[in-house]
């Protein structure tokens, strides 16, 4: 039995009999002779796995036509098609055409830390790359504390660093090295006369040590957070609730100078601190609400009895001059007439009398 068969352009067929692999056509005519098996495939496309690959590979026409890569559990290869990265290739063998594309590969030893320089910045994020690879970056304003396996390793400036995915364990902190605050909310303390008040405060404080502050301490803001909380529990502990609200500027600088040294021993530097609010109790509000409403109000007593005073003064320098003097008086008459006569369509006046008292009688 005879049969024809035609290998496409860029196609391998593999002809088997009873399973065993006869030979291997490219692309053409051929004719074949009995019953065989044939299998086709499509050289743009990865050569697949089979149960008897190890079998098919000792056949040198197919060998010849293949590019077999074995990656080791310790390593990686990166693959490239014309020259742009393709895939990587964790641990195991993959099999290749040769003809169908120019493929090239790249070996990398992955058990140890850093990544070489030679495999390009702009591939480590593509495709399946950070399945191998760690990533980070430091902030422009940040540097990282680099540790390798819990021991610390070194200063870190801005930029993006890149490690192997392995089993050695690797952290890195990122700290703002920049002045930044921190906001202490909601400290209930009871004063000295026993008012429980609720206190906002504040501190400004800047990084100055990164060993000290991160690798000789641990969590050194939490440190930094109980220092003051103390101090400003102590502070407003001591005093009545007039002395503070009396004396809050004071209070700050108090507890600034107190805690300084404390929170410079940690590696940073305190700039600043200060109370933000002072929150009362609601019986201890309504009190001083109207304890200022009274204060206002005679305050406004005050002011009203020194005009009250003044107007009544200037009304006794004001008699006295018209006492003194006729022509004033005169022009007094005149300045009421001025003012009724806005005020009344037409008055009536018999001459040659006192003005005054006509209007006395005319209105009285």
């Given at each position: 039995m005879m049969r024809k068969l035609q290998v496409k352009t860029n196609h391998?067929?593999?002809?088997?009999?009873q399973g065993e692999l006869q030979k291997v056509y490219t692309a053409g005519q051929y004719w074949l002779w009995g019953k065989k098996e044939v299998v086709e495939y499509n050289q743009a496309e990865l050569f697949p796995m089979r149960r008897d690959m190890d079998a098919l590979l000792k056949n040198e026409a197919l060998l010849a036509l293949l590019e077999v890569v074995d990656v080791m559990d310790n390593e990686v290869v990166l693959v490239y098609r014309n020259n742009i990265f393709h895939t990587a290739l964790a641990a195991g063998r993959y099999i290749y055409w040769k003809e169908a594309q120019l493929y090239t590969f790249e070996r990398y030893a992955i058990d140890g830390l850093e990544v070489p320089s030679t495999i390009a910045r702009n591939i480590r994020t593509k495709g399946n790359m950070l399945n191998f690879l760690r990533v980070y970056t430091v902030g422009a304003n940040e540097k990282g504390l680099l540790f390798v396996?819990?021991?610390?390793?070194?200063?870190?400036?801005?930029?993006?660093?890149?490690?192997w995915k392995n089993e050695i364990k690797v952290q890195l902190l990122s700290v703002d090295v920049r002045q930044q605050t921190m906001d202490m909310n909601g400290q209930e303390i009871l004063t000295k006369d026993k008012v429980q008040l609720r206190i906002n405060f504040n501190i400004v404080y800047q990084v100055r040590d990164l060993l000290l502050a991160y690798v000789e301490n641990k969590e050194v803001e939490k440190q930094m957070y109980n220092s003051v909380q103390l101090m400003l529990r102590e502070k407003v502990g001591r005093m009545s609730f007039d002395e503070l609200m009396e004396n809050k500027e004071n209070v700050s600088q108090a507890i600034f100078d107190e805690v300084h040294n404390q929170i410079s021993a940690l590696g940073i530097n305190l700039k600043a601190c200060g109370?933000?609010?002072?929150?009362l109790p609601g019986d201890i509000r309504e009190i001083m609400n109207q304890v200022l409403i009274a204060e206002k109000k005679a305050?406004?007593?005050?002011?009203?009895?020194?005009e009250e005073t003044a107007a009544t003064r200037s009304l006794l320098n004001t008699a006295k001059l018209m006492e003194e003097n006729e022509m004033l008086m005169r022009l007094k008459e005149m300045e009421y007439l001025e003012k009724i006569a806005d005020k009344v369509g037409e008055i009536s006046l018999s001459g040659g009398g006192n003005v005054?008292?006509?209007l006395k009688a005319l209105f009285g």
């Open positions: 391998v067929a593999l002809v088997f009999k396996d819990e021991q610390f390793q070194g200063i870190l400036n801005a930029g993006d660093y890149c490690y109370i933000k609010d002072i929150i305050q406004a007593n005050m002011i009203t009895r020194r005054l008292k006509e």
